[in-house]
């Protein structure tokens, strides 16, 4: 795969952690075990997606776009 692949597959995975996240909003802060896993699995993924792009391009540092309007709540 490509940059353009994994930056592409970067920002879905960005969108369902906010989705997720969005979900699962409690003044508690208690989490469910369901939604611990789904956050690391989304989390594991992301990381190994920037080791992906990292191997690409090994000389230079990986910086992953962060879209202002899936960061904000």
């Known amino acids: 795969m490509d ?18 996240i969005l979900q699962h909003r409690s003044e508690s802060e208690e989490y469910d075990e369901d939604f611990l896993i789904q956050m690391h699995n989304l989390s594991a993924r992301m990381i190994w997606l920037r080791k992906q792009l990292k191997r690409c391009n090994p000389k230079q540092d990986v910086i992953l776009p962060l879209k202002k309007d899936l960061t904000s709540v």
Not at 3 to 20: A, C
Request: glycine share 0%; net charge positive; proline share 0%.
């Open 3 to 20: 940059r353009q692949t994994f930056l592409k597959q970067f920002e879905t995975l960005q969108s369902k952690m906010r989705v997720l």
